[in-house]
């Protein structure tokens, strides 16, 4: 069978590939278009690692079908800093060490840009809540809402 | 496996009929690509409603809200209009998943799954939504409550699937509240959970009402009893115990390792009765 052939944006480039019908975006960020920075942990929708905004709307890339993303435009955590000047979110990430293997740091990053970008001043309850999809098996969650929260205060021009 | 995304109702409705055992509708993919990939299901056909004019976008039709198949949950909880008119029903489509699964799932999906345990629902069934079912014989209006028939079973017959929600007018003094029972603080299935909507009269008396209880049995459950339980009265003590009673009663819960049978009857009951004092509050105009 011939395969499907999808035209989109991905950080603002266009973007366009060749993908089977089950092929589920993640699969084709990952292995047709090499950016890996998406991670596949459950492949079910559970855990967040596979965080993407698809038309500004926080999905699991695990979750979508290649094939949907038709005309739509996807940003990844490769579109998040400028060149090699880090987004404020990565920044704090680094300083309040708010990541230990790394797996699941992507995702998270990529929620918490949606997160602020519709709610630029959360609560700490709300950064948990906008988050519970985003699993970390190593660092507790305290230094990623701590993070956030310092993130999303320099961010307002506060600091 | 091939992917289509008509851009019509009736070429969605042909691509259905022609592949009546072998063809699935796609809307959110939340429940769809799971199954897809644990290998329970195996479509030759998959059809994207999401490019069908209107099946995106929630309308004012008659003083209620007609929700389109293919609308978010996340863009249902930003709808200010629907968050005015049913509370309730807003509050539960909100509870399904996380904030990414948010971005995708509808609440037509969360009623074509069928899952006892669906969040979203009781508050459907509380509120008298009315699905609109389109198929090879034209289009046809169906309660909320007739969809599911078992867990992961429902009436829709071959060829046909539901294109919109109708969430109906709101009298005055009126409104609706949804609660579930999760060990966590958030994104788990329901151990069980109660859907109300009631009416009040100008004095505060209850004029009407609708429970409907989620995983205490196969299917949402509408008690009447529970409904009864409170009309009439101004949700004292005595009508809500009855509530509680009621509930408990109409319920026929399994064990599993989300809750025991106990459990789930007790406390489907106490989750009743708060959501009444919720929904009265509202009703009252005293909190949103």
Redesign the interface.
């Known amino acids: ?1 011939s395969k ?1 052939h999808v035209t989109t944006t991905i950080n603002n480039d266009p973007a366009e590939f060749l993908c ?3 092929d ?1 975006l993640l699969d084709v960020l990952r292995d047709t278009l090499r950016l890996s920075g998406a991670k596949e942990g459950c ?4 855990c ?1 690692a596979c ?1 993407v905004t ?1 038309d500004g ?4 890339a ?4 290649a ?2 993303v ?1 005309g739509a435009k996807i940003d990844t955590i490769e579109g998040m800093s400028d060149g090699e000047n880090l987004h404020i979110l990565q920044k704090k990430f680094l300083e309040h060490a708010a990541l230990q293997c790394g797996i699941c740091t992507p995702g998270i990053l990529v ?1 918490s840009k ?2 602020l970008k519709k709610n630029p001043d959360p609560t700490e309850s709300e950064v ?7 699993l970390c098996r190593c660092t507790g969650y305290d230094k990623i809402i701590n993070a956030v929260m310092d993130a999303a205060a320099e961010m307002r021009g506060l600091e | 496996m091939r992917y289509t995304a008509p851009s019509t109702t009736a070429e969605a409705v042909n691509l259905l009929a022609s592949n009546p055992d072998g063809a699935r509708i796609l809307a959110g993919g939340t429940d769809l690509l799971v199954q897809l990939r644990a290998g329970i299901i195996a479509p030759e056909l998959l059809i994207d409603i999401k490019h069908i004019n209107g099946l995106r976008d929630i309308v004012a039709e008659d003083g209620g809200l007609r929700i389109g198949a293919a609308v978010s949950g996340a863009e249902l909880g930003e709808h200010e209009a629907a968050r005015a008119l049913w509370p309730g029903v807003v509050e539960a489509a909100e509870l399904i998943g996380s904030t990414q699964v948010q971005g995708r799932c509808t609440i037509v999906g969360n009623l074509c799954n069928a899952s006892p345990a669906a969040d979203s629902v009781p508050a459907m069934v509380a509120a008298g939504a009315i699905a609109r079912v389109i198929g090879p014989n034209g289009s046809r209006d169906c309660a909320v409550g007739e969809i599911p028939v078992a867990p992961g079973r429902n009436s829709l017959a071959p060829g046909e699937f539901i294109t919109s929600i109708l969430l109906p007018a709101r009298v005055e003094h009126a409104s609706d509240a949804y609660l579930r029972f999760i060990p966590r603080t958030e994104m788990d299935i329901a151990v069980c959970s109660a859907g109300v909507s009631l009416k009040l009269d100008k004095s505060g008396i209850c004029v009407a009402a609708r429970v409907a209880l989620g995983a205490v049995a196969p299917t949402v459950l509408l008690v009447e009893e529970a409904a009864d339980a409170l009309i009439g009265t101004t949700l004292d003590e005595a009508a809500l115990a009855d509530l509680a009673n009621a509930c408990a009663q109409a319920s026929a819960p399994i064990d599993d390792k989300r809750g025991t049978v106990e459990f789930r009857t007790e406390v489907v009951g106490v989750l009743a009765k708060r959501a009444a004092l919720i929904a009265k509050a509202r009703a009252l105009g005293e909190t949103s």
């Open positions: 069978m499907i089977e019908a089950e589920t492949g079910s929708g559970d967040g965080s698809l709307r926080l999905v699991c695990c979750l979508v079908l094939a949907e038709e929620a949606a997160l948990r809540l906008w988050l519970a999809g985003n």
